[in-house]
């Protein structure tokens, strides 16, 4: 029962998740679909129309040796450039893609000098976009938004623990909420789904319904170097915690809200700073709060959840000065729902992430 589950959960995932460059016969579509280049800040925005690229890159970057890091293009279609390629953006570069069909596509690669402050796209939360199976995720699109909830995984259980929380005059937040699966769900394990938000992306090709963190690819690239992290914030934790197997547990949930700094290389991630919020406290109206960033390794005063699981860190001497090269924020409304735990009706609601800068 349990495999068929699975199995129904795989394809149903896969279906709503199909290339929309349907095709007969050889296909025409030479586009980009998702471009990464070194030390870039944000994600890269893609133009079909125009066939441009345009990326950005902090400033004192050496734009004579950009290197592709990622790069996908349409199905069937090949390019001139390759990831580990090497590109000048002191002026626009030009990529060449060849669709299927023969045809030449040629796209633009530009660049332009990146904030020294920079926020996350949409940090204030009020874009939201309807998705092609009717839900709405944060950002303006599915191919420019950084950031990204479980709804994609949970809407085929027909729960959508993510919402767009309207604030009223175009003002909106996220609304997570701790919700039931229902009684087959709950009989294999996974009795809830918890509303989450984070930078990153939903990838359908990990999925395995019994790790909800599995499909999640985390983080977006990101250069700042922020003292602190400040959202505004409401919580109510629901009335009874129970772990996976719905055992009463005797402590209330609770709310997690965090970020990290990364350095990713050539496949190694290091932890640069952490900025971390866990709690169960009631908070009826949407307050403002300041987490601060700590650089470097978290030390002992720090609880073991802060850490990172394989407890790298970059050295002493690059906590003090290296920027980052991607941050993952993560918010949910129960900090164990990764492993099916938490209360039925707890909520958090989010709005105005936002990262402050020393003066």
Known sequence: MKRLLNMMLMLAIIASSCVKEDYFGLSPYGNIKSFLVSNQAGNATINNDSMTVVVEIPGGIDLSAITIQTMEVSSFASADKAVG????????????????????HVWTVKSFVASANPQLDNWQLDEWYQTASDYYEPGNSAESTVWGTGNPGTQILNQLATTPFDLGESNKAAKMETLYNGLIPASLGMPISAGSLFTGFFNPDNLDPTDPQAAVEFGTPFTGRPAKLRFRYQYQAGEENKDREGNALNYSDMLDIYAFLEIRFNGAVKRLATAWFRSSD????????EILFTYGELDDSFPD????????????????????????????????????????GSVLVVDDIEMLYEE
């Open 85 to 104: 390629d090497q590109l000048d953006l002191n002026d626009p570069a030009t990529i060449t893609v060849i669709a299927e069909d023969g045809s030449s």
């Open 282 to 289: 009631e908070v009826g109206d949407l307050t403002s709060i």
């Open 305 to 344: 959840y802060m850490k990172p699981a394989d407890n790298v860190y970059v050295s002493v001497d690059s906590a003090s000065f290296a920027l980052p090269t991607h941050i993952t924020f993560v918010a949910s409304s129960s900090f164990d729902g990764a492993n099916f735990a938490g209360a039925v």
